[in-house]
């Protein structure tokens, strides 16, 4: 965790991600903005989970900061966003990555470069409604169909069909 005293620079993250078809095609948007610069991420994949691509949408905002930073990070995943906030993820790794139900908790790998992308920062995550006429979530939703409507497409290593 950054030092408190230390003065954070503060950068406000909008996030989101989907897939066409529930595994299928999908992507990810982020909009990143600190003081007057503002910066936005999108890429595609072949075969995912809607879950997957909200995950990749945090983890590439976070991965792209190279200093800790004060952040408002906003995701209309309450997937995302109540593992963080409620410290399931905490529970998870108490439990070798094992949910309170005793199975294997889904999407470890992109939790795991999560939770590290995160502990340099300190991090408000915040749920916002998807789809409610929010500018900057409606944008990362528009960024997440456009990688996908490219077909530029990564492989998303880690997916399995069972895996989410």
Known sequence: MPEESAALHKVIIHTDGGCK?????????????????????????????????????????????????????????????????????????????????????????????????SKPHKIDWRWVKGHAGHAENERCDELANLAVAKKEFLDDTGFTESGD
Do not use: F
């Open 21 to 117: 078809g529930n595994p299928g095609p999908g992507g990810y948007g982020v909009v990143l903005v600190a003081g007057r610069h503002r910066k936005e991420l999108s890429a595609g994949y072949r075969l995912t989970t809607n879950n997957r691509m909200e995950l990749r949408a945090a983890i590439a905002a976070l991965e792209l900061l190279k200093q800790p930073c004060e952040i408002e990070l906003h995701s209309d995943s309450k997937y995302v966003i109540d593992a963080m906030t409620k410290k399931w993820v905490d529970g998870w790794k108490r439990r070798d990555w094992m949910t309170a139900g005793k199975t294997p908790v889904k999407n470890k790998d992109l939790w795991i470069r999560l939770v590290a992308a």
